[in-house]
Each structure stands twice: as C-alpha cells, then as structure tokens.
T-cell receptor, first 114, second 113 residues
Framework: QKEVEQDPGPLSVPEGAIVSLNCTYSNSAFQYFMWYRQYSRKGPELLMYTYSSGNKEDGRFTAQVDKSSKYISLFIRDSQPSDSATYLCAMSHPNNNAGNMLTFGGGTRLMVKP | KAGVTQTPRYLIKTRGQQVTLSCSPISGHRSVSWYQQTPGQGLQFLFEYFSETQRNKGNFPGRFSGRQFSNSRSEMNVSTLELGDSALYLC????????????FGPGTRLTVL
C-alpha cells in the first residue's frame, strides 16, 4: 500500500463547477502538506502549502487538512478550462533528517470543459 | 526572479551509457532536491543536497548519484543506463531550512533506447 493515495481520475467537470480533489495518507508523521498543479510536459507548480489542520484559502483555491482522519483536500471554485491539469498532493514529515523530502500522491487529472 | 532551470530539456541515450543532468536553483535557495517521474511510479524522491552535502536519499540504486556546488547548482548522474530509467527528472529548490516550500523546474526528459 502506498503511503499517499490519490484518485487518478480523470475528473471531468463543466466550467464554473466546484472541484474537490482528495488525498489520504497512512503515515501519521506527515506534518506538512502541499498541492501542486502540473500541466502536460511541464514541471509541477506549487499551489498551496499548509502545516496545520483546518482550511487555508488563496483566491479560488482552498486547502483543507484533517490530520485526525489523515485526509487532505483541495477545492477549486469557479473552475476554468485553464485549470485543466494534473493535481498532485505532496507531504513531508520531520523524521527525515531535517530535510525536504516530499512524498507524492499519484496525481488526479482534471478536465474543465467550456 | 528567475525560476529553477534545468539543462538539457531533452536527452536520448542508449542502454549502458551514462548521463549528467544539471539544475540551477532559484537565487538564494540552498536546498536542491531531485525527483524521478514516470507514468507507473509517479513522482519519487531521489536525493536532496544542502550546502554541498547530501541530506536525504530515496530508494534508488547506487547508479544514481548527485552533487552540489558552492553556488548551489546541482548535478545528478545516472550510470549504466537501463530502459527503465526513461523518465522526467525534476529538480526542486527551496530556501534553506527544513520543510520549506519546494519550487520545481521544467524537468529533463530522458529517453533510454
């Protein structure tokens, strides 16, 4: 079983819809959580970074962390065709020699149709 | 501010050869991490360098190695290439401390024939 599980999709929604992307994890030591967006043939782009349970909002994006359930979510409001990409969750924990090693989910492919 | 740059962007090699990839981090960033991305395994951590020292290492064979220079630029090397090494190799940089946000470059797409 992978440490971080993410539904691969594809997830297809109409323009303007609210999108919910989710990841579950098994390692309770994870303390830092990130969401990246990756367009085809590009490197991942950091969208959100959080380290506490609860919600964090940035424009149309809201990241939610529930450490008790080992579950994180990314919500996209008023989705646009330009949001069509693969979304990757990533996390890290303090046990790995005080470094920056990220463990990624497999990614969810999102398609927003005009 | 310029982002993370990686060279070359594309490479084609044959089995048994070796390859060196280069990464220049964002100015002021001292940590550089390398990841391998494949359709089957997704994004997997290779290693991280900070102040010219390897700080973390993932579960990859010894054929994969790296180094970091005093200006924080980093290189990774893969020796005795195998077909399964075909992947997108991504470099990420972060400021200095632990658990910082990591910013990725565009990657080097390596094809092994």
């Amino acid at each position: 079983q992978k440490e971080v599980e993410q539904d691969p999709g594809p997830l297809s929604v109409p323009e303007g819809a609210i999108v919910s992307l989710n990841c579950t994890y098994s390692n309770s030591a994870f303390q830092y959580f990130m969401w990246y967006r990756q367009y085809s043939r590009k490197g991942p782009e950091l969208l959100m970074y959080t380290y506490s349970s609860g919600n964090k909002e940035d424009g149309r994006f809201t990241a939610q962390v529930d450490k008790s359930s080992k579950y994180i979510s990314l919500f996209i409001r008023d989705s646009q065709p330009s949001d069509s990409a693969t979304y990757l969750c990533a996390m890290s924990h303090p046990n790995n020699n005080a470094g920056n090693m990220l463990t990624f989910g497999g990614g969810t492919r999102l398609m927003v149709k005009p | 501010k310029a982002g993370v740059t990686q060279t070359p962007r594309y490479l084609i090699k044959t089995r048994g050869q070796q390859v060196t990839l280069s990464c220049s981090p964002i100015s002021g960033h001292r940590s550089v991490s390398w990841y391998q991305q494949t359709p089957g395994q997704g994004l997997q951590f290779l290693f991280e360098y900070f102040s010219e020292t390897q700080r973390n290492k993932g579960n990859f064979p010894g054929r994969f190695s790296g180094r970091q220079f005093s200006n924080s630029r980093s290189e990774m090397n893969v020796s005795t290439l195998e077909l399964g090494d075909s992947a997108l190799y991504l470099c990420a940089s972060s400021w200095a401390g632990s658990y910082n946000e990591q910013f990725f470059g565009p990657g080097t797409r390596l094809t092994v024939l």
